[in-house]
């Protein structure tokens, strides 16, 4: 038996004759000791019931159908149509500390296979797996999954669907018998992707109750799965989606299947976001170990294809007033890029929309004290562009077939080394030739037609631009990469690895933004998000917001602005000054905090702030998504706080709705000073909000 445990986690293996299983995964289990092993083992051993197999079954690592496992295999596969029933043997097993290294093989069907699970100190188990073909011929492999056990009162699932400006909504339901399945094959993670797939009790919230989760450390196809048996058996399972022909192993090649990542909570879904926060932030390489996170600009919805460089200096002097920290130029810079129909791929400064090069408007930029960022679109092409007449070869195709369009454009196979190179050399020569410390990568269709040479390609365009993204940073150190996908399409826990942000939804309208950001942010923590102030009519759903709830909005996340500024009321300046300002004095708690969730608000409205990891500093919002169910004022308890400090609490009234449906205020506005546990219990009275509009709170301890 090998028991990995953390603080609040535990999974326990055990040898069953020649194969392995997965005893158990859930909430931290004490010491085993070697003398209750036998007695947990037979506590769990199945009855074989009437009508089945002799032999009852447990969780099956590899879940082999020649051992009796009636539910989907962990793998799939065959050498041309023979050698596929697979029944793997233990070749070895290691544990070193809370990792355990195991070896299995087939020889019958001459493969081999290595795992490795590694629970982390913030209960994340990361799991890696490796297929071998080691005999004569060819392997088809049609796929790898893992999979892991899910407890009995593990009844509900939470996965996400969504589109372009609407990602990553919730949907929630009993796990029924058979497999629930949620898959994506658009050639990256997708809008419509499950971030992490969750398997939890139907009681279960922000705050309180039992969760498990189980995602893809991958940007390209994937698939997430949970599988009830009639046997008994229930269990998560996640891997890569391949297509049919996309992996065939020759002797001695293998197949390295991307990381999943996994996780159990009993202290609701905050506890899973803070254990995925926990391991993101620990890598040597996080982003807040570099800097803090530069108040952003975009100037895509300021100006969009109308590169004016008088308009946007204008803009960069009002950027320079309030206090912004980085500037991005947008699409429309290159080539013959004038519309969103010519010029993809040609990544060469244009002289008709900038005659002097972009040098003049970057020092003007840079000399105001702020970043310069760019925007690039390197895995797409125009038909209408140099590169495209010169190679029409170089795209992602059906041989004899042009795939249907997106936007004009078809995607450019990376995985050939002359297009590869091509990005990159171009790239290279624009980041070389001029001060740019940024670039926002976009990404505006998906795969159709993800053939190279006649094969499925995806596993290795997706490898390219890890590759090609990685290899940007080497040759420009310091350099950062905003990963866009027409705005949520690739977010998701592999990107993090080689980007250093996400656009987090090209939804700029802030009542939208609120649950897009929430859901996202179940994983991915806010530094790694956009998150900006929308233009007053949001261009996306043309509705109007006040200035605040569009700060609220922004606030916690990697905050930025993407708006015509000069557009700005005197009201709007002011708030917007304040924004930059807050954001600036507190982005170290609001990127490195405990999260928390509030389920006891009332009403269409949310409740959620950041604590600081010592518990002396807090900053909660709460937002009035829409009218209230009382006809009076709500009641909102602040949670996460140390149930004993003492605590005063401040509205921040720069930032906050200052618009309010009411008589007369409530008694303790703007300031009172509770103990945590007031906080958390009695709780204080709201103003009586009127719909879309919120308030900021700042508690200090005393």
Known sequence: MNHLSQSRSSIIFEREGDSLSILYWGKKIGNLGSDFEISIESALARASAHGGLDAAVGNLVLREHSRGWSGHPALRGHRSGVSASNGFTVKNLSQKDQTLAVEFEDALAGLEISMTYTLTESDILLM??????????????????????????????????????????????????????????????????????????HATGFRHGEAWSLGMAWSGNNLAHVERLIDGHKSIGAGEYLLPGEIILKKGQSYKAPRAVATFSDRGLDGLTNNHYTWIRSRSNHITKKKPRPLTLNMWEAVYFNHNEDGIRKIVDKAAEIGVERVVLDDGWFGSRRDDKSGLGDWVVSKEAWPNGLGPIIKYINDKGIEFGLWFEGEMVNRDSDIYRAHPDWILQEPGRIPVEGRWQQVLDLTKEGAYNHVLTQVDAVLSENNIAYIKWDHNRHLTDPISDGRPVVHKQTEAIYRLFDELKRRHPGLEIESCSSGGGRVDLGMIEHADRFWTSDQNDALERQQIQRWTGLVIPPEFLGTHIGPTISHQTHRTHSISFRALNALFGHAGIEWNICEADAHETKVLKAYV????????????????????????????????????????????????????????????????????????????????????????????TMTGDHFAHIGLQLPVLKPESGLLFHFRAI
């Open 581 to 672: 300002e807050f954001y600036k004095k507190h982005r170290g708690l609001l990127h490195s905090g405990t999260v928390v969730r509030s389920d006891e608000v009332v009403g269409n409205s949310y409740l959620y702030g950041t604590v600081a990891q010592d518990k002396k500093e807090a900053i909660f919002t709460y937002m009035q998504l829409s009218t209230i169910d009382t006809f009076g004022p709500q009641l909102a308890t602040f949670d996460g706080l140390d149930k004993e400090s003492v605590y005063q609490v401040t509205v921040v009234e720069a930032l906050s709705s200052s618009d309010f449906m009411q008589k007369r205020g409530p008694g303790w506005w703007p300031t009172v």
């Open 128 to 201: 890696d797996a490796e297929v071998r073909n080691v005999a004569e011929g060819d392997y088809f492999l049609e796929h790898f999954l893992y999979w892991l056990p899910l407890a009995e009162q593990a009844d509900e699932v939470l996965d996400f669907y969504g589109h372009w400006t609407k990602e990553r909504q919730p949907q929630r339901r009993a796990i029924g018998y058979g497999l629930t399945s949620r898959e994506g094959f658009e050639g990256r993670s997708g809008h419509d992707y499950t971030i992490t797939q969750v398997a939890l009790n």
